[in-house]
């Protein structure tokens, strides 16, 4: 059964202030390692798959890597509309997404 | 604007009514999901339909039953809840199928809440 462990379960940055979410995984076989954001009462929203181990993927402030055994998410000089929950998830296809518990990100002005 | 559209966005019910989520997307995906997602919590996976098969969260009682009329509209019945059902609603559809890991697009949810 795969398993998603996130870290750190909140963060609190100020404004420009950069930093890196941890997703560490246990899968019998990766076949996908994907980050959403989450808005209060909205759905996720997704950023990035990422694959293989060495992966990068960036989108504006936010860069997703992944090692064979964790995925990072940096953010780079954030803004306080980056203030959202960040989820990691591994699977996908007929077996659904295994999400991790996410990190509460507050970043303040 | 996400492509995958969820009615209603919110629902209050009493325990003993049938009421139904309607879901709709509109990306060509062949397989499409139902999460449950309490407060605080991560989405939880209740079905996959996928090229018209269904695959179930054997922990996902059966007062909640899905319907796919067709490969773009996946509905959620839902029949005599308890107030523990209250929760966010998520629909979400992707391309992929098989052990393929391609990502789902989620719809915004329906809030429901059993009283």
């Known amino acids: 059964e795969d398993q998603v462990t996130q870290s750190p379960e909140a963060l609190r940055l100020q404004e420009g202030e950069s930093s890196s979410l941890n997703c560490s995984y246990t899968?019998?076989?990766?076949?996908?390692l994907f980050w959403y954001r989450q808005d209060p009462g909205k759905g996720p929203e997704f950023l990035f798959t990422l694959y293989s181990a060495g992966e990068e993927k960036e989108k504006e402030r936010l860069k997703a890597t992944l090692t064979k055994k964790e995925s990072f998410l940096h953010i780079t000089a954030p803004k306080p509309e980056d203030s959202a929950t960040y989820l990691c998830?591994?699977?996908?296809?007929?077996?659904?997404?295994?999400f991790g518990k996410g990190t509460h990100l507050i970043i303040q002005p | 604007d996400t492509e995958v559209t969820q009615t209603p966005k919110h629902l209050v019910m009493g325990m003993t009514n049938k009421k139904s989520l309607k879901c709709e997307q509109h990306?060509?995906?062949?397989?499409m999901y139902w999460y449950k997602q309490k407060a605080k919590k991560p989405p939880e996976l209740m079905f996959v339909?996928?090229?018209?098969?269904l695959s179930i969260n054997e922990s996902v009682p059966s007062r909640f039953s899905p319907e796919c009329p067709n490969s773009s509209l996946l509905n959620l019945h839902l029949h005599a809840l308890q107030p523990e059902d209250s929760a966010l609603y998520l629909c979400?559809?992707?391309?992929?199928w098989g052990k393929g890991g391609t990502e789902a697009f989620f719809g915004q949810g329906t809030r429901l809440t059993v009283v």
């Open positions: 339909y996928s090229y018209e098969k």
């Open positions: 979400a559809s992707s391309q992929g």
């Open positions: 899968v019998s076989g990766l076949r996908g």
């Open positions: 990306m060509g995906h062949r397989a």
């Open positions: 998830a591994s699977g996908g296809g007929a077996d659904g997404l295994t």
